[in-house]
């Protein structure tokens, strides 16, 4: 779709793309505390996701994102970009340097039980004022907005509000992510996978470039030298370790 508007002009198309990257960025397929994309979503808004997140998703979200920002400068999709690289190095970085492969949907045996939230939660961790604004933002309520919890998200209110309003908002998020802390994680699959890392490291050199971030150039070299380090044996590139040096980290 970006390639056809941007060979024809087409300015149906690009509005279209400008519109589906919205939803999504303020989806419930984002991770608004913790940064990144869930794999898909199961219904028509972008509301719920299948939670399980992957590298290679974000990788490509990334590198679109980074060349739609730069169609249009907008500090929605230069946010999300750099909350998901955040993620990305955050979560996904193994000790060698490259990149892990997924972190799973479920924890505690239940689907997205590490990310929904009821109102009580909420209205416990922040003041009254801070979580009357972040529920009416956030979609908050009572009886939930899927199968009776919250998945966080602002498709309500996709465009970006007040300097002053944002960052109350994000010092909420703050209070939440940090409180999420100490909840039982999704398990993590550390596989270095070549194509999923070739992935990831053309998209952080690319936004690198576009969005002037020289440190993201400098961490996608290094995975780089990890993966080839890994995964060259034998004057070939290995899609994953060899079973023998297969490490898992803990």
Known sequence: MRRHALTSGDTTSQNALDVTLRHICQGGIYDHLGGGFARYSVDAHWLV???????YDNAQLIGLLARHWLSGPDDLFRIRIEETVAWTIREMLTAEGAFAASYDADSEGEEGK??????????RLLSPESAFTFKTIYDV????????HNILNRLNHPN??????EANLKAARHTLFEHRQIRTRPGCDDTVLADWNGLMIG????????LAKPAWSAIAANAFEAVMSLLWHDGSLHRNRPVATWARRR
């Not at 996701?49 to 590298?55: A, D, I, S, T």
């Not at 590490?114 to 209205?123: G, Q, R």
């Not at 309520?141 to 009776?148: A, E, I, L, R, V």
């Not at 952080?204 to 576009?210: D, G, P, R, T, V």
């Open 49 to 55: 996701p299948h939670f399980e997140k992957m590298l």
């Open 114 to 123: 590490f990310y929904v939230w009821s109102a009580d939660e909420i209205e």
């Open 141 to 148: 309520t009572q009886p939930g907005n899927f199968d009776g």
């Open 160 to 165: 970006m509000l007040s300097p002053t309003i």
């Open 203 to 210: 998209a952080l050199a690319e936004a690198s470039l576009l």
